[in-house]
Structures are given as C-alpha cells and as structure tokens.
C-alpha cells in the first residue's frame, strides 16, 4: 500500500490530490517554485520542497531534482497531476527506474496515446471510429495538399505531438493549406521538440464528449460515463459537464463500451479519458487519450460520487477495482467553469494581483481554489486559477445554482473570464444545450465587463 | 511615428525585427510570452523600428511601449 506521495504539480490540482491522501490517511509532500512559495497547495502538504526558479524548466518540469526530493522524502509514489510531467513517458520511466511508483498508466502507454498519429492507428486497431484522415505524418506541403484534397476540404491540420490547440488550424482550401502548413510546422517544432503534421477531415458543428474510464492491473476496465466540454476557447474547455444533454441512453453506451474495448487492447492501467467529436447525427469520432487525471474530473465525481484520485491511488497500489459496470451510478447534473485569470474579451493572459475574493456558498457548489486573497497570479504559468463546481438534481438547477453562485463570485484586482462564464451561462442556447465548439464564437458577442 | 505596445502583462519571449529594420504593415516585431501563451506584437503601419524599449526576457506590463515605429 502508499503510504507516502510526492505531489509533482502545483495550483488547484496539488491541493485536490493532497485532499484525497489526507482522507485516505496518506502522508503528502509538495514540491514548489520560488514564485509559489506563497501558494495555498504550500501550506496544505505534510511537508514541502523548493525546487528551484519560477520558470518551469527549474522547477515543475525539473526532473532531477524532483526525483532527488522524492528519494530524500522516502515517499513511494509520486502523483503527477495534470500538465508538466504527467504525459512525459520518460518521466513515468525514471520514475519506475528510481523504484517509485508514478501513479498512471505505463511509460510505453503514455507514449503511444502522447503521439497523435501512433494513437489514431492503435485506436483503428482497437475498432474505434476515427475521423477520415491519415494515419502517418506528413512529408511536407505538397503531400499535405494531396492528403486534403482526396479527403476534401475543409480539413484540420494538426500537429503531432501537439496539445492545447497549438499547431492546430482548420483549413478551407488548398492555398489556406500551404500557407498555414509550414507556421504550424514551425511551432510544433518548437513547442514540442517535433514538427510531425498530420490532416483529418474537420468535423462540422462538433461537440466535444469524453468518455472517463477506470482500468486495474487485472484486465477490469469500467466507463464512467461522459463529460461534454464543448464550449472553448483558443481550443482549451471552459466550460464542462455531465452528463452532456445531447446524447440518447444508446449513443452513451455505444461510446462506453467501445472506450472499454480501447483501453482493453492497448493494457491500459489506472485513471483515463478518451476523447470524441460527435456529429450533429451523433457520429462518434475518436480524437485523442488523455493518459492522466483530467481538470473536468469533479463532474464525473460529483455524478457517480467517487473520488477519482481515490481510485487512481488505489489501482496504482495494485488493487483490483471494487465495483462492476453495472454498479457505476450516475445520478442528477454536474457543472465545472474554469476561471481563467485574463481577459474576458481578448482571452490575452492577466496575470496580477488578486486584492479581493469572495466566493458563492450553498447547496451543490464546490470550489477547486490554486490562490487566496492576496495571491500573485504569475505570468509564468497557466491562466486557470480555480474551478467552480455546481451540481444539481438537473440540468435546469444545476444551471439555476450556477448562474446565482456566479452573481456572488467575486474576484478584485485582476481581470478574469468571470464576466464571461455569466454571459454563457444565462444564453438561451446553453439552457437549451445547443453547445457546439464554436458556441462562444458564435453566440457571445458582447461581454459587458 | 507610431508606438508598439504590449497587448497583454508578461516577458518578451522574442524580438523578431531589430533597430534599423524596415517592416511591414501587420508584421510582427515582438512575440510576448505570459501563462503559457505566445502573442506576437505586429506593425500597424509600414516603416522602420527606430527605436527597441525592451529586451528579450524583460517584464512587460500591458500597455508599456515596446518599440517606436517611424
């Protein structure tokens, strides 16, 4: 059993898995950058580690050292989080190498599902559906628009190793293509170390749903049902929740059970999540894995009641999962909004800082909090400063609490997307779950700030 | 003469077009990096760079000039 973890992450995300070992007894070490020295997630572990300079390189991303601090702590498993290192096979490797548990899947998983085209040919061979494309990286332009033009137009570009919309474009037609082809190249190389593009058809009028799946070291894998996170911005969700109104009880199954059978084929271990486009005729396309707890996890919590973090420790112990398919609950509606400290016109990042905050209380609201009163927002990490979580029996009053926690919700001395989040969450297109990718581009035109 | 200003608080992760350089209308001078983000800082009109403000890895509020377009 752990007894011990070392959290390698920072913000709302460290103080939730702190949260969940202090339930199940588990003793927590946090690991910090001198810009955090002052954050909550700080003062919430057992003890706690500087691991360097603010930028992520000297601290988050520091390998070296945060394995030097695992070993000096004696924790026996590090929990990686989201971002940084929770995608970096070589890490879960290092760590299993330095006889440390990494609390995830395998290294040779991660790095299948982390390489766009590797997954989309493994997932092929898994029968999931994919969207119309190519199954290996592009040479160059030429061949691209050759690619594009026998899957027709409009298609999306995208990178390989890419994440968070970076080295993503959609494209209407071949000179859009061979102009957008090379700058997208560009920065995939330079983000992340790999220039491999790839096409597929672009979906029209998408949704975003995922599948959430728990998988043990026995071969027992189970769905817990799905999370619709279509309302983005700059392609990263805003807001997420389950379950989505836009699936019928066949089409959820049918996503489920083909999420099992993927996760099956591959040997996959611990917590992950699948993610699809879903057509207006609710055609179902796989798009990528997540091999890592995801930021919409607590809609999933508060919907089936488990504690994802729980489950994940525990098959990370090598336990065998406790509950069946059949035993999965899902019960009422859950709502996540990401607050996102910048601008809620531009999206531009606002880092500064925070000099009020007041938040909503009452029934069904939850709040995953990475600052406090008086907390500098830093321009050298993610805009996501908390996430508020409003669950109800249904839609109608989850969406009725959110809208009132949201009047209450008060952040001062730091622009954020809170106006923003107001004006989705009262558009009659939401109530009627009319929640397409393009929703905000296409029904949020004025924020009154 | 036009100011280039910063649209958003963080570091100057790049300087692409250098003193002395004559640009373009809508090319970019400067990319600023903050929260993960990289927003490149583009000419509004044609001209040269007269004068630079910062240097890469310089703190920027929103709203500082960055360079001086003439």
């Known amino acids: 059993m752990i007894r011990k973890i070392l959290i390698a992450n920072r913000g709302e995300i460290a103080s939730r898995v702190i949260r969940t070992c202090k339930n199940l007894g588990i003793s927590t070490v946090a690991v910090y950058s001198e810009a955090d020295s002052e954050a909550p997630f700080v003062g919430h572990a057992d003890e706690a580690y500087l691991l360097g300079g603010s930028r992520v390189q000297e601290s988050y991303l520091n390998v070296k050292k945060i394995l030097e601090i695992a070993k000096e702590t004696g924790v026996d498993a590090i929990h ?82 890419g994440g968070g919309g970076i080295g993503m474009q959609a494209v209407a037609n071949a000179d859009e293509l061979l102009k957008a082809f090379e700058g997208n190249q560009k920065r995939a190389q330079l983000f992340f170390g790999n220039g491999d593009m790839f096409i597929e058809k672009l979906i029209e009028k998408p949704r975003h749903i995922e599948i959430q799946v728990l998988a043990d070291g026995f071969g027992n894998a189970v769905y817990l049902w799905e999370r619709e996170c279509s309302v983005q911005r700059r392609h990263q969700k805003v807001v997420e929740e389950a379950p989505s109104s836009f699936l019928d009880e066949e089409t959820r199954k049918q996503m489920g059970i083909a999420a099992v059978k993927a996760v099956k084929a591959i040997g996959y271990c611990n917590a992950g999540t699948l993610e699809f486009l879903v057509d207006a005729d609710k055609n179902f396309y796989f798009l990528e894995m997540n091999t890592r707890l995801q930021v919409e996890h607590p809609v999933t919590e508060e919907i089936t009641g ?84 409003v669950s109800g029996g249904s839609r109608n009053e989850a969406i009725d609490r959110l809208r009132e926690a949201l009047n209450t919700y008060k952040i001062d001395g730091i622009k954020t997307n809170l106006p923003l989040l107001k004006e989705i969450i009262v558009h009659e297109a939401f109530s009627k779950g009319d929640t397409t990718t393009d929703f905000i581009d296409k029904y949020i035109k004025k924020i009154t700030v | 003469m036009a100011e280039l200003k910063a649209s ?63």
């Open chain 1, 80 to 161: 990686p989080g989201y971002g940084f290192l929770s995608e970096n096979a070589d890490f879960a490797r290092s760590c299993e190498d330095a006889g440390l548990i990494f609390i995830g899947p395998k290294p040779e998983v991660i790095q299948q599902m982390g390489n766009k085209v590797e997954a989309r040919k493994k997932m092929e061979q898994a029968g999931l559906p994919l969207v119309p494309g190519f199954s290996r990286p592009l040479i160059d332009s030429a061949e691209a628009a050759a690619v594009a033009e026998k899957i027709g137009y409009p298609v999306m570009l995208k990178a390989s190793a």
């Open chain 1, 306 to 389: 488990l504690d994802l973090v729980e489950q994940q420790i525990k098959i990370a112990s090598g336990n065998k999962l406790d509950f069946t398919q059949e035993e999965v609950k899902r019960e009422g509606h859950s709502i996540e909004v990401r607050i996102y400290a910048e601008d809620p016109k531009t999206f531009y990042p606002a880092p500064g800082k925070i000099s009020g905050l007041k938040l909503p209380e009452g029934e069904g609201i939850r709040h995953e909090l990475a600052v406090q009163n008086t907390s500098v927002v830093s321009h050298f990490y993610d805009p996501m400063i908390a996430k508020l979580v």
């Open chain 2, 8 to 70: 958003m608080a963080g570091s100057v992760w790049k300087i692409v077009a250098g003193e002395g350089q004559s640009v373009t209308d809508g090319q970019d001078i400067i990319i600023l990096e903050s929260m993960k983000m990289e927003i490149p800082i583009a000419a509004e009109e044609a001209g040269t760079v007269k004068e630079l403000k910062v240097n890469e890895g310089d703190f920027v509020n929103e709203g500082d000039v960055l360079a001086v377009i003439e």
